[in-house]
């Protein structure tokens, strides 16, 4: 029998049970639910709604059921309609009528927004330290690499020179607004929905504040509708975590291309790579290639919870169930992606060498070349019609701006002298850009500095 049967006479039909069930993913919540009932019948048994030894019963039997299903002694039952019905059920079967007083003053709707906001929560911390663990290991990949030269590029075409460190704090950048995203999310989510009740809160006499101060919310919710007939929440999460696959996945297609033999710039450890059933050359950058695959996933999560939400009229509707499984895939496959991104990262091989020869090839000091001529007095537009010019040139004879001989240069301008091959030296392109975010060692061990003091 359910627990809301009274107004019905008869059983509902198994086919609808199983429809309307959603004890097959919201179990994840059991320890919120307990906590949440935990608060709740503390707060009933203070404020005289119930007695206090029965509160005492109650907090006492929650404690042990939880420790039961912590255990595995007691198995989530598939025929229960949901986690909160699972879990009120097994307190009225150990206590009878003590375990009914529970519900008093509360409804699924107001019970369900808080567990699922207590859920979230604790799992987005998790979901920070990773980002946190990747950020670290970005910023010691890039001090050891704050001298690596390599070609920046613009439309994948090779642009101006870098280092590799410079390339990889430009990530450590994305992911650590990404932590402030989180930041922000949880700021707006730590409101507190219990004492709503079904949509228009309810007569006894409850203490909100203080169920909000032992479940360690900032704030109660402000309105009773709102507090049980949104899921903004839940939507503002699968857009952050839409943020991050998208930083995932292009860093990983840049893993991707660097370990083709047409870049060849990084070597994936053996632990992470896979081979070919049929082609026994192939090592191949599979994790990277599921997490820019499982981008779509999250972004069709995210889509899911704006679609189920659009046409809601106040307050809660059945709709909103849908809410768990598309938020938890979420939650779930950045975790993945993220538990197996880190350790590949920091196991990865940089070829620096390869790095530098891309550098050499792509006429990526040409902008340098052309700032030598302006520094010596010539308009920037003329520098660099000139520099164009000894590129075509160079293209042509197949050198490099660092083989052409100086008569060359010296045919276009008599500003040329022999420093001009100092000038374009690439080491020296890289380093001399000094500015605070540039690519030069002493910039980018502060960009390192400044992002590990932010992780602290």
């Not at 496959?333 to 390869?354: A, G, H, S, W, Y």
């Not at 392109?429 to 605070?436: H, I, S």
């Amino acid at each position: 029998m359910k627990l809301w049967a009274g107004r019905f006479k008869k059983e509902v039909d198994s086919k609808v049970n199983d429809f309307n069930s959603s004890i097959s993913f919201d179990s994840r919540m059991y320890a919120q639910d307990i906590r949440g009932s935990i608060a709740h019948a503390t707060m009933l048994g203070a404020t005289g709604i119930i007695e206090e030894k029965e509160a005492d019963a109650i907090c006492r039997c929650l404690e042990e059921i939880k420790a039961d299903i912590d255990s595995g002694e007691l198995p989530f039952d598939p025929e229960a309609e949901d986690i909160h019905m699972f879990v009120e059920a097994e307190l009225t079967r150990r206590l009878g009528e003590t375990g009914k007083r529970l519900h008093t003053a509360r409804s699924r709707n107001d019970q369900v927004a808080l567990d699922l906001r207590m859920y979230l929560l604790d799992h987005a911390g998790e979901l920070e330290a990773l980002l946190k663990e990747l950020v670290g290991v970005l910023c010691d990949l890039a001090e050891e690499h704050k001298e690596t030269v390599m070609p920046g590029y613009t439309h994948l075409q090779r642009a101006q020179p870098i280092t590799f460190g410079h390339h990889l704090m430009a990530y450590a950048q994305m992911f650590l607004r990404d932590l402030d995203r989180l930041k922000n999310w949880r700021k707006l989510t730590s409101s507190m929905p219990l004492g709503s009740g079904a949509l228009a809160a309810t007569t006894y006499p409850i203490n909100r504040d203080m169920v909000r101060r032992a479940l360690g919310f900032d704030k109660i919710t402000a309105n009773s509708l709102d507090g049980v007939s949104d899921r903004d929440f839940c939507i503002e999460l699968a857009s952050d975590l839409s943020i991050i696959m998208m930083h995932l996945s292009r860093f990983s297609e840049e893993i991707i291309l660097w370990c083709s033999w047409e870049f060849k710039f990084i070597e994936l450890d053996d632990a992470y790579a896979t081979g070919s059933s049929i082609m026994p050359q192939k090592k191949n950058p599979d994790i990277t290639e599921l997490v820019r695959g499982k981008t779509g996933r999250v972004y069709g999560d995210l889509m899911t919870l704006l679609t189920m939400m659009k046409g809601l009229p106040l307050a809660y509707n059945k709709d909103m169930q849908e809410d768990k499984e598309a938020i938890f895939d979420a939650l779930d496959t950045v975790d993945l992606c993220l538990t197996t991104f880190i350790p590949m990262l920091r196991t990865m091989t940089v070829l620096k060498e390869n790095m530098r020869q891309a550098a050499a090839k792509g006429f990526i000091n040409a902008t340098d070349c052309a700032d030598y001529l302006v520094k010596k007095g010539m308009a920037f537009r003329d520098a660099y019609k000139i520099t164009g010019t000894l590129v075509a040139r160079c293209i042509d004879e197949g050198k490099t701006l660092e083989t052409l001989e100086l008569s060359a240069y010296q045919e276009m301008s008599g500003l040329f002298e022999e420093d001009i091959y100092t000038a374009i030296n690439l080491e020296k392109c890289a380093f001399d850009r000094k500015v605070p975010g540039g690519p030069a060692p002493q910039s980018v061990q502060n960009q390192i500095d400044m992002t590990r003091e932010l992780l602290k």
